[in-house]
């Protein structure tokens, strides 16, 4: 596997997962947000997982946003 197959890979068993709790709790999982945390890892890890479908993420620090995030964006304005 690629590390974008890996990356996409892992996203899925999670989101399966939260479907599976939800389905537990009575809940809906689109009502359920999977927030990827993409600090410290580089660009091309970030671009896989939006490739696999991931549209939040978290940042610990400004700093490291403003340099990643206006060029995704660009790409994926989603």
């Known amino acids: ?6 990356i996409a890979h892992s996203i899925s068993q999670v ?16 009502n359920i947000s999977l927030c990827a945390v993409s600090k410290t890892f580089p ?9 696999a ?11 490291e946003a403003e340099v990643k995030w206006p060029n995704l964006k660009k790409e994926w304005p989603d």
Do not use: C, H, W, Y
Not at 17 to 30: F, H, M, N, Q, V
């Open 1 to 6: 596997m690629t590390n974008q197959e890996d």
């Open 43 to 51: 660009i091309g890890t970030i671009q896989a997982a939006i490739a």
């Open 15 to 30: 989101r399966n997962k939260i479907e599976d709790a939800a389905r537990e709790t009575s809940k809906l999982p689109d």
């Open 53 to 63: 479908g991931q549209r939040v993420f978290g940042e610990n620090r400004v700093q």
